[in-house]
């Protein structure tokens, strides 16, 4: 007795043969893309940070360690726990008023990965704000 493969049975073969080959291209589109945003969300608190952080040491009684606490929460209240935050010139509170200054502030790009492996591991995202002292 030979057995014959309906229509249904070939249909159903075929669904599992295209699903095998798509089905990782799929699960590589999905891990790529939520590791795409969660690097823009990455960078963009990064910014924030410097933004932040520039503001508060710009005031006319502002105190660099408080900026850099403040600029420390920014980045904590969205899960990043190792930025480095550094001024540029070192004592911004010495300044002149009117003096510029900048705040850089850098993270490691895979501090908020989620597979821990792929294109942003061993990335640096920085950033840096510049202002004027009040």
Known sequence: MKFTPSAWDIKRGTAVVELAVCLPVI?????????GANMLFLRQAVVQSAYE???????????QSRAVTLGEQVLSSRGVVTPT???SPNDVQALVPGTPFTVSVSVPGDSRSITGFGPFNGLTIRAQAS????
Request: cysteine-free; hydrophobic content about 55%; aromatic content about 8%.
């Open 27 to 35: 699960v590589l589109l999905v891990f790529a893309s939520l590791e």
């Open 131 to 134: 202002m004027i002292k009040e």
């Open 85 to 87: 935050i550094t001024f």
């Open 53 to 63: 952080t520039a503001k508060s040491v710009a005031k006319t009684n502002g105190v």
